[in-house]
């Protein structure tokens, strides 16, 4: 049976279709989902996150546990700041991609995805058995709310009546929220700017409620799936999986080589270089490439697989991510996608596929 929102019962009273996500019932859409991607490009739109892994590494070496556990360099991020990194295996295959935030110098909030939570949990627990750290799951204890748009500074400072010019990307601070003590971060998963609300689960209701009386547009998974797609933004079980390591993925760059010692460090070295690119598609017409199809070369032979795809709300055309031969990944590449018996014509292009105006 899948675990209710904190949210549930509101999601109920705004009508929202439900999907089990990770063992969670989750809003999937409102109404539209093109009209609640619309909302978080030109306004702002407001999620339930709440099926997130929330995880505490505490303790003197909380720091030194994080830099073995994790890829990249924790100790160096300041309190108050955050760091997207990955959780990796011994033969460097990525188990989750994390937001891992600083709270304070001893204390750390480790962002997992809800499909991965006791995954990391359990990873995390085992590799900092040596170190004067505790992990906790905490992930019962949290409801989160995230505001995403141009907007989204505007109703969040209204919300928690806060200056929100010196919280940097990729930052926290201690909030109130519609009268509740919160935690909030600036990150985000669309594309746009944004804001995340961690609260807890009866704090929510009033928070979320604060939120859409300035003007966030309630919105679903289903658009958060084509917002991220559009800001070329990996989704754990699509871009990256266990066979897949962060060079595969084109994110090489959270790899902290400059660490003495982590896990994952020796496959990770061997395995940098790769023949293969995680890379975007452009298509034409109306039909999109979806996850699992096929990517065909000029001679129809399969040279790769469609990781995410769907027709562009913003773009109005269709996008796809797909790694496809390191040979083949240059902007401009002609290349096909097998949909459903037809071959229809991509172009490779850059990723993203949308930045958000200056």
């Given at each position: 049976?899948?675990?209710?929102s904190?949210?549930?019962?509101?999601?109920q009273s705004?009508g929202?279709?439900?999907?089990?996500f990770?063992?969670w019932s989750?809003?999937l859409r409102?109404?539209?989902?093109l009209a609640?991607?619309?909302?978080v490009r030109?306004?702002s739109g407001?999620?339930?996150?709440?099926?997130?892994g929330?995880i505490?590494?505490t303790?003197?070496?909380a720091?030194?546990?994080?830099?073995f556990?994790l890829v990249g360099?924790l100790s160096?991020?300041?309190?108050?700041?955050?760091r997207?990194t990955?959780l990796?295996a011994?033969?460097?295959?990525?188990l989750?991609?994390?937001?891992v935030y600083r709270?304070a110098?001893?204390?750390?909030?480790v962002?997992?995805n809800a499909s991965?939570?006791a995954t990391v949990?359990?990873?995390?627990?085992?590799?900092a058995?040596?170190f004067d750290?505790?992990v906790?799951?905490?992930?019962a204890e949290?409801?989160?709310?995230?505001?995403q748009?141009?907007t989204?500074?505007e109703?969040?400072a209204?919300?928690t009546g806060?200056?929100?010019d010196?919280?940097?990307?990729?930052?926290?601070?201690?909030?109130?929220a519609a009268?509740?003590?919160v935690l909030?971060?600036?990150?985000?998963?669309?594309?746009?700017d944004?804001?995340?609300?961690?609260?807890?689960?009866?704090?929510?209701?009033e928070?979320?409620a604060a939120c859409?009386?300035?003007g966030?547009?309630p919105?679903?998974?289903?658009?958060r799936?084509?917002?991220?797609?559009?800001a070329g933004?990996?989704?754990?079980?699509?871009?990256?999986?266990?066979?897949?390591?962060?060079?595969d993925a084109?994110l090489g760059r959270?790899?902290?080589?400059e660490k003495?010692?982590f896990?994952?460090?020796?496959a990770l070295?061997k395995?940098?270089?790769?023949?293969?690119?995680?890379?975007g598609?452009?298509?034409?017409?109306?039909?999109?490439p979806?996850?699992?199809?096929?990517?065909l070369?000029a001679?129809?032979a399969?040279?790769?697989?469609?990781?995410?795809?769907a027709?562009?709300?913003t773009?109005?055309?269709?996008?796809?991510?797909?790694?496809?031969?390191a040979?083949?990944?240059?902007?401009?590449?002609?290349?096909t996608v097998?949909?459903?018996?037809?071959k229809?014509?991509?172009?490779?292009?850059?990723l993203?596929?949308?930045?958000?105006p200056?």
């Amino acid at each position: 049976m899948s675990t209710p929102s904190p949210l549930h019962e509101v999601h109920q009273s705004l009508g929202a279709s439900f999907t089990d996500f990770a063992g969670w019932s989750m809003p999937l859409r409102y109404g539209s989902e093109l009209a609640e991607h619309k909302a978080v490009r030109t306004a702002s739109g407001l999620f339930d996150l709440s099926h997130m892994g929330e995880i505490a590494v505490t303790g003197p070496q909380a720091a030194a546990a994080l830099d073995f556990a994790l890829v990249g360099t924790l100790s160096k991020v300041k309190p108050g700041r955050a760091r997207y990194t990955m959780l990796c295996a011994e033969d460097g295959g990525v188990l989750d991609d994390l937001v891992v935030y600083r709270l304070a110098d001893e204390e750390y909030m480790v962002v997992a995805n809800a499909s991965n939570a006791a995954t990391v949990v359990a990873a995390l627990t085992e590799r900092a058995a040596d170190f004067d750290a505790t992990v906790t799951d905490r992930s019962a204890e949290y409801a989160l709310i995230a505001v995403q748009g141009p907007t989204s500074a505007e109703i969040v400072a209204a919300v928690t009546g806060a200056t929100l010019d010196g919280l940097k990307y990729y930052a926290s601070m201690p909030a109130t929220a519609a009268g509740h003590d919160v935690l909030l971060a600036r990150t985000g998963y669309t594309g746009e700017d944004g804001f995340e609300i961690y609260a807890t689960a009866a704090q929510a209701p009033e928070i979320w409620a604060a939120c859409a009386e300035r003007g966030a547009t309630p919105a679903g998974l289903a658009c958060r799936d084509t917002l991220r797609l559009e800001a070329g933004m990996p989704l754990y079980g699509n871009e990256l999986t266990a066979e897949l390591t962060p060079f595969d993925a084109g994110l090489g760059r959270v790899v902290k080589f400059e660490k003495p010692e982590f896990v994952g460090r020796a496959a990770l070295e061997k395995r940098q270089e790769t023949d293969r690119a995680l890379v975007g598609l452009r298509g034409e017409g109306r039909r999109a490439p979806r996850h699992g199809y096929s990517v065909l070369d000029a001679d129809s032979a399969q040279v790769g697989t469609v990781t995410s795809g769907a027709l562009s709300p913003t773009l109005g055309h269709p996008i796809a991510m797909a790694y496809v031969p390191a040979a083949l990944s240059a902007p401009g590449t002609a290349l096909t996608v097998d949909i459903r018996g037809a071959k229809a014509p991509v172009e490779v292009v850059a990723l993203p596929f949308y930045q958000r105006p200056a």
